[in-house]
């Protein structure tokens, strides 16, 4: 699948800063933007996402901003607390690609909320 | 409960045996897919179904076999041939159509010693 970069990989804040994942696609024709939270020896869990035809979407703490012209998207979390220290995922999909519809992630970002 | 369930959460097998790893949904969900994790690398696609009797190979599919004969599950064998099948193993579907709204599994940890 084409290419989703993610950065920072590790990021650490206090408790109550935000929290921002910046994440870059490749394919122009992606039209889904989600993002997964990953806690240790868990399986991913959609947190929020996005479509192509909105800039900006928000649900409580977070929220996440896409720029179709540049091409990237980030994941916005306010306030955070102890418990959202996980790994967090981006992904895109584009429909009627080569792979059909599945999503193509990028490599993580270790988030820490130190209290 | 609706859901996606993987099992065994861990598996332990000798090199040069073939392992089959299940995955079932209760979701209605016509697409199911197979991704491997492993430390600092992602999510990369194995294998995924858009429909009952078909599916196609993601990015990573050598080594691997699936099967679809029902909606509801979509077991991934890891067979010899795989050179490096230790790996965290995540099976995830979704409605198919459109967007891919998927949710995923619990995961297997799968361990060839």
């Known amino acids: 699948g084409e290419n989703v970069e993610q950065h920072p990989s590790t990021l650490s804040v206090q408790e109550g800063d935000s929290a921002v994942i910046k994440c870059t696609y490749s394919?122009?024709?992606?039209?889904?933007f989600p993002w997964y939270k990953q806690e240790l020896g868990k399986g991913p869990q959609l947190i929020i996402d996005?479509?192509?035809?909105?800039g900006e979407k928000k649900d409580q703490r977070i929220a996440v901003t896409l720029n179709k012209t540049a091409k990237h998207f980030s994941l916005h979390i306010t306030e955070t607390q102890p418990e959202d220290s996980a790994v967090y995922f981006c992904?895109?999909?584009?429909?009627?690609?080569?792979?059909?519809?599945?999503?193509?992630f990028g490599k993580g970002t270790s988030l820490l909320v130190t209290p | 409960d609706g859901g996606i369930t993987q099992s065994p959460k861990y598996l332990f097998r000798k090199e040069g045996q073939n392992v089959t790893l299940s995955c079932e949904q209760n979701l209605n969900h016509d697409a199911m897919y197979w991704y491997r994790q492993d430390p600092g690398q992602g999510l990369r696609l194995i294998y995924y179904?858009?429909?009952?009797?078909?599916?196609q190979k993601g990015d990573i599919a050598e080594g691997y076999s699936v099967s679809r004969e029902k909606k509801e599950s979509f077991p991934l064998t890891v067979t010899s041939a795989q050179k490096n099948p230790t790996a965290f193993y995540l099976c995830?579907?979704?409605f198919g159509q459109g967007v891919v709204v998927a949710f995923f599994g619990q995961g297997t940890r799968l361990t060839v010693v």
């Open positions: 179904s858009q429909i009952v009797n078909d599916f």
């Open positions: 394919d122009s024709a992606s039209n889904y």
């Open positions: 992904a895109d999909s584009v429909a009627n690609s080569n792979s059909g519809y599945a999503l193509n």
């Open positions: 995830a579907s979704s």
């Open positions: 996005i479509r192509s035809n909105v």
